[in-house]
């Protein structure tokens, strides 16, 4: 099982930016994929979840700026950011899990090594 982040960097307040969550080793359909963030001295907070590519959820923090998508053809999932904000800076992390449509980190099983995403003012 292997999922890889790509996309991130450095970007102004207001700027916009896609990651990317290449999956492999198992089959997409069967599990949830989430898009995780950690900023320094925080926990790690769910952003946002997909199943099977359909019935995207949000948290509060990044509705109406962030959209997830699913490509099965490409077995990635991707994460839209806009209108980004300095608080928005983090690692961010893709990971897969069993229980649908939740975005707690111990309902996860296998994550990628994630990608630091840093918003400027």
């Known amino acids: 099982v292997q999922l890889v982040e790509s996309g991130g960097g450095l970007v102004e307040a207001g700027g916009s930016l896609t990651l990317s969550c290449t999956t492999s080793g198992f089959t997409r359909d069967d599990y949830a994929i989430g898009w995780f963030r950690q900023a320094p001295g925080k926990e790690r907070e769910g952003i946002a979840c997909l199943n099977s590519d359909k019935n995207p959820n949000y948290a509060d923090s990044v509705k109406g700026r962030f959209t997830i998508s699913g490509d099965a053809a490409k077995n990635t999932v991707y994460l839209q950011m806009s209108g980004l904000k300095p608080e928005d800076t983090a690692v961010y992390y893709c990971?897969?899990?069993?229980?649908?449509?939740?975005?707690?980190?111990?309902?996860?099983?296998?994550w990628g090594q994630g990608t630091q995403v840093t918003v400027s003012s």
């Open positions: 990971a897969a899990g069993l229980i649908p449509s939740v975005m707690y980190p111990d309902f996860y099983d296998f």
